[in-house]
């Protein structure tokens, strides 16, 4: 099993930064894609950043220039830096992770983090 343990959430002023890490544990053999999705109250969860195993980008178009998405390989981990923050990017956050589990044949896993609040007061 594979868990995804969100931090970093929080409440900050409009033009204020936060930054979301999301750390990867468990049975995991090998990361293919991370990213980072946002949900509002009566709104479907919506990619906010990805990022795959060879390194390609890709971003929501309200947040390019503004929040840039990392990875550290060897703690399993990703990061979403998120500057000039503006209250429409408020909601809840949620950590996504596609890879292959351990063990023999390896089974290929999409999991997800609990979700972490921000919000952004103007």
């Known amino acids: 099993q594979v868990q995804l343990v969100e931090s970093g959430g929080g409440l900050v002023q409009a033009g204020g930064s936060l930054r979301l890490s999301c750390a990867a544990s468990?049975?995991?053999?090998?990361?293919?894609?991370m990213g980072w999705y946002r949900q509002t109250p009566g709104k479907q969860r919506e990619l906010v950043a990805g990022?795959?195993?060879?390194?390609?980008?890709n971003y929501a178009d309200p947040v390019k220039g503004r929040f840039t998405i990392s990875r550290d390989n060897v703690k399993n981990t990703v990061y979403l830096q998120m500057n000039s923050l503006q209250p429409e990017d408020t909601g809840a956050y949620y950590c996504?992770?596609?890879?292959?589990?351990?063990?023999?044949?390896?089974?290929?896993?999409?999991?997800w983090g609990q979700g972490i609040q921000v919000t952004v007061s103007s």
């Open positions: 990022i795959i195993s060879g390194g390609s980008l």
């Open positions: 468990g049975s995991v053999f090998s990361l293919n894609a």
């Open positions: 996504n992770a596609h890879g292959l589990g351990i063990g023999f044949p390896r089974k290929p896993f999409d999991a």
